[in-house]
């Protein structure tokens, strides 16, 4: 079956420090993989995404994610966070079972907290 | 630009009412559509999909439904809501015609079952 798991409810981090939030896969084929945040009460916002290419992946705000395939893992970081960043952080990936409606498996999602 | 509206942002119902969530998409056409429930803040639920007009496809056998009346246009209705019909309800698109294949969300419905 394929699957993502967020292995942290919640990260904790202060602010000036690299943060780093974690992500493991498994699929059949290749994997498509992505990242979203979420900011209380809103829909969910899309920040970067590995479709091929290279491992290191820049997206929005200042995040970027490094895809290791020998590890299934595509964890998100940022070199400096920000309290701004607090928010819940969802990985995904395309349910390649699923050609025709190309949905998307997520994770139950890290809360990040920076504290200033 | 592509944009997608939902409507009503919050809903407090009572249960056995009905219910109609309602999603359009501006600026693209033929988009893949999906509706999700989120619980508790947290995992997102797929709920269904449609990939053009009048084609909905169930991911949780479940009191809802969803139709797709015009191409950009998807709706999520219940006859009888349940107090575990109560959650975040998303909707969203991504390109119908292959690629990119990341989807994007709106800004969700709470509704509240009481």
């Known amino acids: 079956a394929q699957s993502v798991a967020q292995p942290e409810d919640q990260v904790n981090v202060a602010e000036g420090n690299p943060l780093t939030v974690k992500c493991t896969y498994s699929?059949?084929?290749?994997?498509?993989l992505f990242w979203y945040v979420q900011y209380p009460n809103r829909g969910l916002q899309f920040l970067l995404k590995y479709i091929t290419g290279d491992n290191l992946v820049k997206g929005s705000y200042g995040f970027e994610a490094e895809f290791n395939k020998s590890q299934t893992s595509f964890h998100l970081k940022k070199p400096s966070a920000l309290v701004s960043d607090s928010a819940l952080y969802f990985c995904?990936?395309?349910?390649?079972?699923?050609?025709?409606?190309?949905?998307?498996?997520f994770g139950k999602g890290t809360t990040l907290s920076v504290s200033s | 630009s592509q944009t997608i509206h939902q409507w009503p942002a919050t809903l407090v119902q009572p249960v056995g009412s009905p219910l109609s969530l309602e999603c359009t998409v501006e600026?693209?056409?033929?988009?893949?559509l999906y509706w999700y429930r989120q619980a508790a803040g947290r995992g997102l639920q797929l709920l269904f999909y449609s990939v053009g007009i009048g084609q909905i496809s169930s991911e949780v056998p479940q009191n809802l439904s969803a139709s797709r009346p015009q191409d950009r246009q998807f709706i999520l209705s219940s006859k009888k809501l349940l107090l575990s019909d109560s959650g975040f309800y998303l909707c969203?698109?991504?390109?119908?015609?292959?690629?990119?294949?990341?989807?994007?969300f709106g800004p969700g419905t709470r509704l509240t079952v009481t």
């Open positions: 995904a990936v395309r349910d390649n079972a699923n050609q025709a409606g190309t949905a998307l498996i």
């Open positions: 699929v059949s084929g290749n994997p498509y």
């Open positions: 600026g693209t056409s033929n988009p893949n």
């Open positions: 969203a698109w991504r390109s119908g015609a292959g690629g990119p294949y990341e989807q994007y």
